[in-house]
């Protein structure tokens, strides 16, 4: 729940040494920053109507309008957008499943590198353990089934090696 210290809740329930990596799921991270917003408190604009059709809640997709920093490409009621933090995924990362409670979203962090960041610092706080932090969400893949788990923020580890100018063991 919103204010709930996510750091605490986990450390007590796994051993972690040093330089582990700590992979966290967005939602608990969204909940415990208060990322939650009620379907009720929406009024859909014409083009979220337009998007629903008979297939989804306007509301919800006003959400996802809401959080988009613009539309992909949209089919129905399905919508893949850009996120404001760059992030290409349906729904602009708008979720309802596994949401506290019926009628409510849970939408993406606001800055996860900085949700990363903060959850390494407590961890860090409460153990004393230099520990890199991941926070994924899961993404759906283009002409694939099924989802993957993509990091949206990092913090205590490098997330990518630039090998650009480089040549690999055969020399290309």
């Known amino acids: 729940a919103?204010?709930?210290?996510?750091?605490?809740?986990?450390?007590?329930?796994?051993?972690?040494?040093?330089?582990?990596?700590?992979?966290?799921?967005?939602?608990?991270?969204?909940?415990?920053?208060?990322?939650?917003?009620?379907?009720?408190?929406?009024?859909?604009?014409?083009?979220?109507v337009e998007l629903a059709g008979d297939e989804r809640d306007p509301r919800e997709v006003e959400a996802v309008l809401r959080e988009a920093k613009r539309i992909v490409r949209e089919r129905g009621p399905l919508v893949i957008a850009e996120t404001q933090h760059g992030f290409v995924c349906a729904s602009a990362g708008v979720d309802h499943s596994n949401a506290p409670e019926p009628g409510t979203l849970v939408l993406l962090p606001v800055d996860p590198d900085a949700s990363a960041q903060a959850f390494r610092e407590r961890v860090q706080e409460l153990t004393g353990l230099e520990v890199g932090v991941i926070v994924t969400d899961s993404f759906g893949r283009p002409f694939r089934q099924g989802t993957t788990d993509v990091a949206i923020g990092v913090a205590g580890i490098t997330p990518m090696l630039d090998l650009r100018g480089t040549k690999d063991r055969i020399g290309y």
């Open 2 to 48: 919103e204010g709930d210290d996510l750091a605490a809740m986990i450390v007590e329930r796994i051993e972690l040494q040093e330089r582990d990596v700590v992979v966290v799921a967005q939602k608990a991270v969204s909940k415990v920053e208060g990322r939650i917003l009620q379907i009720d408190s929406l009024e859909a604009s014409p083009k979220a």
